[in-house]
């Protein structure tokens, strides 16, 4: 059974850019979430998508965004990228009340 | 809100001694409970996880944990390390909310084996 796919595994951008990340969870998980993982920060929940729909948002600016499609793949988009923005973005899947699935993460560098 | 707090950031044992990792929480009720490991540049792997029931819960990789709700403690321990066993390792606290489940997690503890 493969596992969470994230895509890219590794980005540079430029400051003021946007940026798109992938995530394919695991067959059948309709849930994902993301996390912004940073050494300042810790792990901060972004958001969580359940059958297309946001279902909770954490406390970030309105720059970050996210979707989640029908086949349950979801993206995740920041837009004017700060250099504060540099971390790993993780994606993680689950099924029910079982413990999150997590994928290697993007990790993203803003230049 | 519920919060989870990893009291040692950074903890150095030996190959071959005990471990335990400690995770308190702060949360009215019994939250779900969950402990996570991440090696250098990868994801999280999940180790075990808590929801009712017996108060020690076996997982992977020789892994034990014991909820304590009078300390509010989600401990973690390994009776033998090996050197595999170095990375950071998260502890995180679900409490449902509208029907979904998100964790908070502590800020980690980061385990140095040495030989």
């Known amino acids: 059974k493969a596992g969470v796919t994230q895509t890219p595994r590794y980005l540079i951008k430029t400051r003021g850019q946007q940026v798109t990340l992938s995530c394919s969870p695991i067959?059948?998980?309709?849930?994902v979430s993301w996390y912004q993982q940073t050494p300042g920060q810790g792990l901060q929940f972004l958001f969580e998508?359940?059958?297309?729909?946001?279902?909770n948002k954490g406390n970030f600016p309105g720059r970050f965004s996210g979707r989640q499609f029908s086949n349950s793949r979801s993206e995740m988009n920041v837009s004017t990228l700060e250099l504060g923005d540099s971390a790993l973005y993780l994606c993680?899947?689950?099924?029910?009340?079982?413990?999150?699935?997590f994928g290697s993460g993007t990790r993203l560098t803003v230049v | 809100a519920q919060s989870v707090t990893q009291p040692d950031i950074h903890i150095t044992v030996s190959e071959g001694a005990s471990l335990e990792l400690r995770c308190n929480y702060s949360y009215g009720a019994t939250p779900y409970l969950f402990w996570y490991v991440q090696s250098p540049g990868q994801g999280l792997q999940l180790l075990l996880k808590?929801?009712?029931?017996?108060?020690l819960v076996q997982g992977i990789k020789g892994f034990e944990a014991e909820f304590k709700r009078s300390q509010s403690s989600f401990n973690l321990r390994k009776p033998s390390v090996h050197w595999s066993d170095a990375a950071e390792y998260f502890c995180?606290?679900?409490?449902?909310?509208?029907?979904?489940?998100?964790?908070?997690f502590g800020r980690g503890t980061s385990l140095i084996v040495h030989p």
């Open positions: 067959s059948g998980h309709r849930s």
């Open positions: 998508y359940f059958s297309e729909t946001q279902r």
């Open positions: 808590y929801f009712s029931g017996d108060t």
């Open positions: 993680a899947s689950k099924q029910g009340q079982d413990g999150y699935t």
């Open positions: 995180a606290v679900v409490t449902p909310s509208g029907g979904s489940y998100i964790p908070t």
